[in-house]
Protein backbone atom coordinates (compact mmCIF):
# COMPACT_ATOMS: atom_id res chain seq x y z
CA UNK A 1 0.00 0.00 0.00
CA UNK A 2 3.17 2.34 0.83
CA UNK A 3 3.93 1.79 -2.75
CA UNK A 4 0.78 2.57 -4.21
CA UNK A 5 0.78 6.31 -1.78
CA UNK A 6 3.92 7.12 -4.02
CA UNK A 7 1.72 8.04 -7.07
CA UNK A 8 -0.90 9.99 -5.77
CA UNK A 9 0.70 13.38 -6.21
CA UNK A 10 4.73 12.24 -7.63
CA UNK A 11 6.04 15.59 -6.33
CA UNK A 12 5.39 15.02 -2.74
CA UNK A 13 5.51 11.41 -2.75
CA UNK A 14 7.20 11.88 0.85
CA UNK A 15 4.43 13.33 2.53
CA UNK A 16 1.84 11.27 1.21
CA UNK A 17 3.71 8.19 2.98
CA UNK A 18 3.53 9.88 5.88
CA UNK A 19 -0.16 10.70 5.98
CA UNK A 20 -0.54 6.58 4.83
CA UNK A 21 1.50 5.28 7.93
CA UNK A 22 0.00 7.78 10.36
CA UNK A 23 -3.64 6.88 9.66
CA UNK A 24 -2.37 2.94 9.88
CA UNK A 25 -0.80 3.91 13.17
CA UNK A 26 -3.40 5.13 14.41
CA UNK A 27 -5.36 1.61 13.82
CA UNK A 28 -2.96 -0.34 15.33
CA UNK A 29 -2.53 2.06 18.20
CA UNK A 30 1.34 2.19 17.95
CA UNK A 31 3.77 5.25 17.59
CA UNK A 32 7.06 5.11 16.02
CA UNK A 33 10.53 5.70 17.59
CA UNK A 34 11.67 9.26 18.51
CA UNK A 35 14.56 9.79 15.99
CA UNK A 36 12.22 7.79 12.51
CA UNK A 37 10.05 11.04 13.81
CA UNK A 38 12.48 13.22 13.21
CA UNK A 39 13.55 11.55 10.03
CA UNK A 40 9.75 11.68 8.62
CA UNK A 41 9.65 15.78 9.90
CA UNK A 42 12.98 16.49 8.28
CA UNK A 43 12.16 14.25 4.79
CA UNK A 44 8.51 15.80 4.69
CA UNK A 45 10.10 19.10 5.17
CA UNK A 46 12.65 18.68 2.30
CA UNK A 47 9.82 17.32 0.25
CA UNK A 48 7.54 20.35 0.77
CA UNK A 49 10.23 22.82 -0.75
CA UNK A 50 10.91 20.40 -3.84
CA UNK A 51 7.14 20.75 -4.30
CA UNK A 52 6.84 24.33 -3.50
CA UNK A 53 10.01 24.90 -6.11
CA UNK A 54 8.10 22.70 -8.67
CA UNK A 55 4.68 24.84 -7.63
CA UNK A 56 6.21 28.47 -8.24
CA UNK A 57 8.71 26.99 -11.38
CA UNK A 58 5.37 26.35 -13.02
CA UNK A 59 3.59 29.49 -12.15
CA UNK A 60 6.16 31.63 -13.45
CA UNK A 61 6.50 29.62 -16.64
CA UNK A 62 2.69 29.90 -17.23
CA UNK A 63 3.02 33.44 -17.12
CA UNK A 64 5.23 32.80 -20.11
CA UNK A 65 8.65 33.00 -18.72
CA UNK A 66 9.79 30.07 -20.62
CA UNK A 67 12.48 27.71 -19.13
CA UNK A 68 14.87 29.96 -16.95
CA UNK A 69 12.93 30.09 -13.66
CA UNK A 70 12.01 26.79 -14.03
CA UNK A 71 15.17 25.65 -14.72
CA UNK A 72 16.50 27.45 -11.18
CA UNK A 73 13.68 25.42 -9.04
CA UNK A 74 14.93 22.21 -10.54
CA UNK A 75 18.25 22.88 -10.01
CA UNK A 76 17.26 22.90 -6.56
CA UNK A 77 15.12 20.14 -6.23
CA UNK A 78 17.55 18.30 -8.18
CA UNK A 79 19.46 18.02 -5.20
CA UNK A 80 17.01 17.15 -2.70
CA UNK A 81 16.21 14.62 -5.07
CA UNK A 82 19.64 13.27 -4.69
CA UNK A 83 19.28 13.48 -1.03
CA UNK A 84 16.36 11.00 -1.50
CA UNK A 85 18.23 8.37 -3.13
CA UNK A 86 21.38 8.54 -0.55
CA UNK A 87 18.14 7.41 2.04
CA UNK A 88 16.61 5.08 0.11
CA UNK A 89 17.54 4.58 -3.39
CA UNK A 90 14.24 6.11 -5.14
CA UNK A 91 14.47 9.57 -6.73
CA UNK A 92 10.33 10.08 -7.14
CA UNK A 93 8.11 7.34 -5.91
CA UNK A 94 10.70 6.70 -2.85
CA UNK A 95 8.38 4.63 -0.30
CA UNK A 96 10.69 5.87 2.40
CA UNK A 97 8.41 5.56 4.96
CA UNK A 98 6.81 2.50 6.63
CA UNK A 99 3.96 2.17 9.77
CA UNK A 100 5.72 2.33 12.62
CA UNK A 101 8.75 3.78 11.34
CA UNK A 102 10.98 4.64 8.74
CA UNK A 103 12.40 2.04 5.85
CA UNK A 104 16.02 2.49 7.11
CA UNK A 105 18.04 4.34 8.77
CA UNK A 106 20.24 7.56 6.60
CA UNK A 107 23.74 6.27 5.64
CA UNK A 108 26.49 8.08 6.88
CA UNK A 109 27.15 10.50 3.73
CA UNK A 110 23.66 11.66 3.93
CA UNK A 111 24.29 13.88 6.93
CA UNK A 112 27.43 15.86 5.16
CA UNK A 113 25.31 15.91 1.88
CA UNK A 114 22.54 17.80 3.76
CA UNK A 115 24.62 20.27 5.42
CA UNK A 116 26.55 21.21 1.60
CA UNK A 117 22.34 21.38 0.10
CA UNK A 118 21.29 23.55 2.97
CA UNK A 119 24.36 25.69 2.85
CA UNK A 120 24.09 25.90 -1.34
CA UNK A 121 20.25 26.45 -1.37
CA UNK A 122 20.90 29.52 0.88
CA UNK A 123 21.63 31.41 -2.16
CA UNK A 124 20.21 29.38 -5.03
CA UNK A 125 17.11 30.55 -3.03
CA UNK A 126 18.13 34.28 -2.97
CA UNK A 127 18.67 33.80 -6.56
CA UNK A 128 15.12 32.97 -7.55
CA UNK A 129 13.49 35.12 -5.20
CA UNK A 130 16.09 38.38 -6.80
CA UNK A 131 14.53 37.39 -9.56
CA UNK A 132 11.01 36.96 -9.19
CA UNK A 133 9.40 38.43 -6.21
CA UNK A 134 9.53 41.68 -6.60
CA UNK A 135 9.80 41.29 -10.77
CA UNK A 136 7.22 44.25 -12.25
CA UNK A 137 5.91 41.70 -15.28
CA UNK A 138 5.11 38.91 -12.64
CA UNK A 139 2.97 41.77 -10.12
CA UNK A 140 1.41 43.60 -12.82
CA UNK A 141 -0.25 40.27 -14.07
CA UNK A 142 -1.09 38.07 -10.62
CA UNK A 143 -2.01 41.33 -8.16
CA UNK A 144 -5.06 41.34 -7.52
CA UNK A 145 -6.21 38.70 -10.21
CA UNK A 146 -8.80 36.31 -8.86
CA UNK A 147 -8.90 37.03 -5.30
CA UNK A 148 -10.47 34.44 -2.69
CA UNK A 149 -12.12 35.99 0.25
CA UNK A 150 -11.88 33.64 3.26
CA UNK A 151 -15.39 32.62 3.98
CA UNK A 152 -15.28 31.15 0.05
CA UNK A 153 -12.15 29.62 0.76
CA UNK A 154 -13.67 27.65 4.07
CA UNK A 155 -16.65 26.77 2.42
CA UNK A 156 -15.03 25.60 -0.63
CA UNK A 157 -13.30 23.57 1.59
CA UNK A 158 -9.64 24.93 0.29
CA UNK A 159 -6.54 23.87 2.14
CA UNK A 160 -3.38 24.30 2.50
CA UNK A 161 -1.43 27.43 0.71
CA UNK A 162 -4.33 28.51 -0.87
CA UNK A 163 -6.09 28.95 2.34
CA UNK A 164 -4.13 30.36 3.98
CA UNK A 165 -2.85 33.42 1.22
CA UNK A 166 -6.55 34.05 2.08
CA UNK A 167 -5.82 35.33 5.28
CA UNK A 168 -6.45 31.92 7.22
CA UNK A 169 -4.13 31.53 9.72
CA UNK A 170 -4.40 27.46 9.76
CA UNK A 171 -2.00 24.30 9.20
CA UNK A 172 -2.33 21.12 10.17
CA UNK A 173 1.02 20.69 11.50
CA UNK A 174 0.46 23.56 14.21
CA UNK A 175 -3.46 22.23 14.89
CA UNK A 176 -2.72 18.93 14.87
CA UNK A 177 1.14 18.06 15.46
CA UNK A 178 2.09 15.07 13.95
CA UNK A 179 5.19 13.34 14.37
CA UNK A 180 8.32 15.99 15.61
CA UNK A 181 6.29 18.98 14.62
CA UNK A 182 5.68 19.50 18.37
CA UNK A 183 9.34 19.74 18.87
CA UNK A 184 10.62 22.41 16.22
CA UNK A 185 9.61 26.17 15.96
CA UNK A 186 8.06 27.28 13.10
CA UNK A 187 6.09 30.17 11.77
CA UNK A 188 2.54 30.28 9.45
CA UNK A 189 2.83 32.63 7.25
CA UNK A 190 -0.62 34.31 5.88
CA UNK A 191 -1.24 36.44 2.89
CA UNK A 192 -3.92 39.38 2.84
CA UNK A 193 -6.43 39.12 -0.71
CA UNK A 194 -5.86 35.67 -1.44
CA UNK A 195 -4.67 36.92 -5.54
CA UNK A 196 -2.53 35.18 -7.52
CA UNK A 197 0.05 36.83 -6.25
CA UNK A 198 -0.40 35.97 -2.59
CA UNK A 199 -0.42 32.45 -2.96
CA UNK A 200 2.71 32.19 -4.55
CA UNK A 201 4.27 34.47 -2.25
CA UNK A 202 3.21 32.04 -0.13
CA UNK A 203 4.81 29.01 -0.94
CA UNK A 204 8.23 31.30 -1.00
CA UNK A 205 7.43 31.76 2.83
CA UNK A 206 6.77 28.58 3.33
CA UNK A 207 10.12 27.21 1.85
CA UNK A 208 12.03 29.25 4.66
CA UNK A 209 9.62 28.08 7.11
CA UNK A 210 10.19 24.62 5.73
CA UNK A 211 14.06 25.16 6.08
CA UNK A 212 14.18 26.74 9.58
CA UNK A 213 12.17 23.30 10.40
CA UNK A 214 14.90 21.15 8.71
CA UNK A 215 17.76 22.77 10.33
CA UNK A 216 15.89 22.50 13.85
CA UNK A 217 15.73 17.91 13.38
CA UNK A 218 19.25 17.60 12.16
CA UNK A 219 19.89 19.93 15.85
CA UNK A 220 17.47 17.62 18.05
CA UNK A 221 17.71 13.86 16.04
CA UNK A 222 19.81 11.86 18.38
CA UNK A 223 20.54 8.04 17.70
CA UNK A 224 18.15 5.15 18.13
CA UNK A 225 16.03 2.68 16.79
CA UNK A 226 14.19 4.09 13.30
CA UNK A 227 11.64 1.70 13.09
CA UNK A 228 9.17 -0.30 15.61
CA UNK A 229 9.61 -4.28 15.12
CA UNK A 230 5.97 -4.57 13.85
CA UNK A 231 5.12 -8.02 12.48
CA UNK A 232 5.24 -7.60 8.15
CA UNK A 233 1.70 -8.35 7.98
CA UNK A 234 -0.63 -6.50 9.82
CA UNK A 235 -3.72 -7.51 10.96
CA UNK A 236 -5.66 -4.19 12.38
CA UNK A 237 -8.36 -5.13 15.06
CA UNK A 238 -12.08 -5.67 12.68
CA UNK A 239 -14.51 -2.33 12.79
CA UNK A 240 -11.92 0.38 13.62
CA UNK A 241 -11.54 3.12 11.70
CA UNK A 242 -8.79 5.95 11.93
CA UNK A 243 -8.37 9.64 9.83
CA UNK A 244 -4.60 10.11 9.19
CA UNK A 245 -3.98 13.12 8.15
CA UNK A 246 -1.11 15.63 7.29
CA UNK A 247 -0.66 19.07 6.22
CA UNK A 248 1.07 18.03 2.43
CA UNK A 249 2.25 20.80 0.39
CA UNK A 250 -0.84 20.99 -1.60
CA UNK A 251 -3.23 21.24 1.68
CA UNK A 252 -4.98 18.94 3.69
CA UNK A 253 -4.43 15.22 2.91
CA UNK A 254 -6.17 11.99 5.06
CA UNK A 255 -6.42 8.61 4.48
CA UNK A 256 -9.54 7.04 6.12
CA UNK A 257 -9.15 3.53 7.03
CA UNK A 258 -12.12 1.01 7.76
CA UNK A 259 -10.36 -2.07 9.11
CA UNK A 260 -12.27 -5.70 8.73
CA UNK A 261 -9.35 -7.37 10.76
CA UNK A 262 -7.75 -8.69 7.02
CA UNK A 263 -4.71 -8.00 5.95
CA UNK A 264 -5.60 -5.20 3.36
CA UNK A 265 -8.22 -2.01 4.46
CA UNK A 266 -11.76 -3.13 3.78
CA UNK A 267 -12.14 0.69 2.86
CA UNK A 268 -9.30 3.10 2.04
CA UNK A 269 -10.86 6.84 1.17
CA UNK A 270 -8.20 9.57 -0.27
CA UNK A 271 -8.93 13.12 0.84
CA UNK A 272 -7.04 14.81 -1.81
CA UNK A 273 -6.29 18.54 -1.65
CA UNK A 274 -5.94 18.91 -5.32
CA UNK A 275 -9.28 17.76 -5.91
CA UNK A 276 -11.30 19.41 -3.36
CA UNK A 277 -9.10 22.45 -4.16
CA UNK A 278 -10.58 21.96 -7.41
CA UNK A 279 -13.89 23.10 -6.02
CA UNK A 280 -12.72 27.25 -5.82
CA UNK A 281 -11.78 27.24 -10.02
CA UNK A 282 -15.15 28.59 -11.02
CA UNK A 283 -14.82 31.75 -8.38
CA UNK A 284 -11.42 32.12 -9.69
CA UNK A 285 -12.10 32.20 -13.79
CA UNK A 286 -15.83 33.75 -13.90
CA UNK A 287 -15.79 37.47 -14.77
CA UNK A 288 -11.68 37.30 -15.33
CA UNK A 289 -9.92 37.62 -18.38
CA UNK A 290 -9.20 34.03 -20.31
CA UNK A 291 -5.33 35.12 -20.45
CA UNK A 292 -5.27 35.08 -16.36
CA UNK A 293 -7.03 30.82 -16.70
CA UNK A 294 -4.06 28.77 -17.20
CA UNK A 295 -1.90 31.09 -14.67
CA UNK A 296 -5.35 30.82 -11.99
CA UNK A 297 -4.94 27.21 -12.52
CA UNK A 298 -1.29 27.41 -11.47
CA UNK A 299 -1.76 29.31 -8.46
CA UNK A 300 -3.56 26.82 -6.72
CA UNK A 301 -1.06 24.00 -7.72
CA UNK A 302 -2.72 21.08 -8.60
CA UNK A 303 -1.09 17.21 -9.52
CA UNK A 304 -3.60 15.20 -11.52
CA UNK A 305 -2.28 12.33 -10.16
CA UNK A 306 -4.03 13.32 -6.93
CA UNK A 307 -7.28 14.41 -8.47
CA UNK A 308 -8.20 11.25 -9.92
CA UNK A 309 -6.13 8.92 -8.01
CA UNK B 1 -2.73 22.35 21.46
CA UNK B 2 -4.82 19.35 19.06
CA UNK B 3 -8.42 19.90 18.54
CA UNK B 4 -11.22 18.73 20.79
CA UNK B 5 -12.95 16.26 19.73
CA UNK B 6 -16.47 16.35 20.02
CA UNK B 7 -18.07 12.72 20.89
CA UNK B 8 -20.79 11.29 19.63
CA UNK B 9 -22.70 11.52 22.68
CA UNK B 10 -22.28 15.50 23.12
CA UNK B 11 -23.64 15.95 19.09
CA UNK B 12 -26.45 13.46 19.69
CA UNK B 13 -27.51 15.72 22.78
CA UNK B 14 -27.42 19.40 21.09
CA UNK B 15 -28.94 17.42 17.79
CA UNK B 16 -32.02 15.83 19.72
CA UNK B 17 -32.71 19.59 21.43
CA UNK B 18 -32.54 21.14 18.46
CA UNK B 19 -33.73 18.76 15.67
CA UNK B 20 -36.03 16.08 17.36
CA UNK B 21 -36.02 12.56 15.49
CA UNK B 22 -32.66 13.45 13.48
CA UNK B 23 -30.34 11.07 15.43
CA UNK B 24 -31.09 7.18 14.50
CA UNK B 25 -28.37 5.63 16.98
CA UNK B 26 -24.76 7.13 18.53
CA UNK B 27 -22.31 5.43 20.74
CA UNK B 28 -19.43 7.30 22.24
CA UNK B 29 -17.28 8.20 19.32
CA UNK B 30 -19.91 8.79 16.34
CA UNK B 31 -23.57 9.14 15.83
CA UNK B 32 -25.88 8.12 13.15
CA UNK B 33 -28.20 10.49 11.57
CA UNK B 34 -31.66 9.96 9.64
CA UNK B 35 -30.05 9.65 5.77
CA UNK B 36 -33.40 12.21 4.94
CA UNK B 37 -32.16 15.31 7.33
CA UNK B 38 -28.54 15.18 6.65
CA UNK B 39 -28.72 18.52 5.36
CA UNK B 40 -30.62 19.69 8.18
CA UNK B 41 -28.17 18.72 10.69
CA UNK B 42 -25.33 19.69 8.55
CA UNK B 43 -26.97 23.55 8.27
CA UNK B 44 -27.49 23.45 12.39
CA UNK B 45 -23.93 22.39 13.12
CA UNK B 46 -22.69 25.17 10.84
CA UNK B 47 -25.10 27.60 11.79
CA UNK B 48 -25.43 26.84 15.45
CA UNK B 49 -22.55 29.40 17.20
CA UNK B 50 -21.58 26.63 19.48
CA UNK B 51 -20.70 24.25 17.24
CA UNK B 52 -19.59 26.29 14.27
CA UNK B 53 -18.39 23.92 11.99
CA UNK B 54 -17.88 26.08 8.69
CA UNK B 55 -15.20 23.70 6.99
CA UNK B 56 -16.20 20.11 5.92
CA UNK B 57 -13.01 18.00 5.93
CA UNK B 58 -14.41 15.06 3.92
CA UNK B 59 -17.42 12.71 2.77
CA UNK B 60 -16.77 9.16 2.99
CA UNK B 61 -19.16 6.42 1.86
CA UNK B 62 -18.22 2.85 2.64
CA UNK B 63 -20.09 0.13 1.40
CA UNK B 64 -20.78 -2.75 3.95
CA UNK B 65 -23.18 -4.90 1.67
CA UNK B 66 -26.72 -4.52 3.47
CA UNK B 67 -26.02 -1.20 3.82
CA UNK B 68 -23.55 1.74 3.32
CA UNK B 69 -22.21 4.56 5.68
CA UNK B 70 -21.78 8.17 4.47
CA UNK B 71 -19.60 9.31 7.21
CA UNK B 72 -18.70 13.59 7.38
CA UNK B 73 -15.38 14.88 8.96
CA UNK B 74 -16.62 18.25 10.17
CA UNK B 75 -13.59 21.32 11.83
CA UNK B 76 -14.38 24.32 13.55
CA UNK B 77 -11.59 26.63 12.58
CA UNK B 78 -13.36 29.52 15.72
CA UNK B 79 -13.79 26.62 18.39
CA UNK B 80 -10.99 24.59 17.45
CA UNK B 81 -13.02 21.23 17.55
CA UNK B 82 -13.80 18.31 14.61
CA UNK B 83 -16.46 15.87 14.83
CA UNK B 84 -17.81 13.17 12.76
CA UNK B 85 -21.75 11.93 12.09
CA UNK B 86 -22.91 9.31 9.88
CA UNK B 87 -25.79 8.36 7.75
CA UNK B 88 -26.87 5.07 7.26
CA UNK B 89 -28.45 4.43 4.01
CA UNK B 90 -30.02 0.48 2.97
CA UNK B 91 -30.30 -1.17 0.09
CA UNK B 92 -28.47 -1.11 -3.56
CA UNK B 93 -30.65 0.53 -6.13
CA UNK B 94 -31.90 3.78 -6.23
CA UNK B 95 -30.51 5.41 -3.28
CA UNK B 96 -30.66 9.22 -2.44
CA UNK B 97 -29.77 11.22 0.34
CA UNK B 98 -30.36 15.18 0.49
CA UNK B 99 -27.27 17.00 -0.48
CA UNK B 100 -25.02 19.24 1.42
CA UNK B 101 -24.27 21.34 -1.75
CA UNK B 102 -25.72 24.23 0.09
CA UNK B 103 -24.57 24.23 3.53
CA UNK B 104 -20.58 23.48 1.82
CA UNK B 105 -19.67 23.97 -1.43
CA UNK B 106 -17.02 22.23 -0.86
CA UNK B 107 -19.00 19.28 -0.84
CA UNK B 108 -19.76 19.84 -4.68
CA UNK B 109 -16.93 17.12 -6.29
CA UNK B 110 -17.46 14.48 -3.34
CA UNK B 111 -20.95 13.91 -3.73
CA UNK B 112 -20.21 13.35 -7.91
CA UNK B 113 -17.31 11.05 -7.02
CA UNK B 114 -19.96 9.41 -4.32
CA UNK B 115 -22.55 9.06 -6.70
CA UNK B 116 -19.80 7.83 -9.38
CA UNK B 117 -18.21 5.14 -7.80
CA UNK B 118 -20.94 4.27 -5.18
CA UNK B 119 -23.81 4.66 -6.51
CA UNK B 120 -25.54 7.01 -4.31
CA UNK B 121 -27.63 9.88 -5.56
CA UNK B 122 -27.37 13.02 -3.65
CA UNK B 123 -30.82 15.27 -4.58
CA UNK B 124 -31.02 18.73 -4.70
CA UNK B 125 -27.17 19.07 -6.00
CA UNK B 126 -27.31 21.03 -9.40
CA UNK B 127 -24.38 19.06 -11.33
CA UNK B 128 -25.31 15.18 -10.41
CA UNK B 129 -23.43 13.84 -13.38
CA UNK B 130 -20.06 11.19 -13.00
CA UNK B 131 -17.03 13.03 -12.47
CA UNK B 132 -14.19 10.24 -13.14
CA UNK B 133 -16.11 7.87 -15.37
CA UNK B 134 -17.63 9.25 -18.41
CA UNK B 135 -21.67 8.87 -18.93
CA UNK B 136 -23.04 5.70 -19.85
CA UNK B 137 -20.77 4.03 -18.03
CA UNK B 138 -22.55 0.97 -16.59
CA UNK B 139 -22.38 0.09 -12.35
CA UNK B 140 -20.43 1.99 -9.44
CA UNK B 141 -16.70 0.47 -9.71
CA UNK B 142 -16.58 0.78 -5.71
CA UNK B 143 -18.97 -1.44 -4.85
CA UNK B 144 -18.18 -4.54 -3.09
CA UNK B 145 -20.28 -6.42 -5.44
CA UNK B 146 -19.02 -4.39 -8.43
CA UNK B 147 -17.64 -7.58 -11.27
Keep these: ?309 | MALREVSGIELADALNGALPGAVQVFDEEVVWVQPSRVNAVAEYLRDDPSHDFQFLNSISAVDYVEYFDLVYHLTSLRQLSKAVFKARVYGRDDLNVPSVYGVWRGADFQEREIWDLMGIRFTGHPNMKRIMLWEGFEGHPLRKDFL
Design chain 1, 1 to 309: MVTLTDRLDYTSSMINNQAYCLAVEELLGVEPPPRAKYLRTQTAELQRIASHLIAVGFFVQELGAFGTPLMYSFRSRERILDLFEMLCGARVTVSYMRPGGVFADAPRDFWPALDRFLEDFEGELAEIEQLLLENEILMVRTRGVSPIPAEVAINCSVSGPVLRASGINWDWRKQEPYDAYDQVEFDVPIGSNGDNYDRFCERMQEVHQSLRIVRQCIAQIEPGPVRLDLPLVLRPEAGREAYGRVEASKGELAFYLVSDGGISPYRCKIRSPSLINLTIIEHLLVGWKLADMIVSLGSIDINMGEVDR
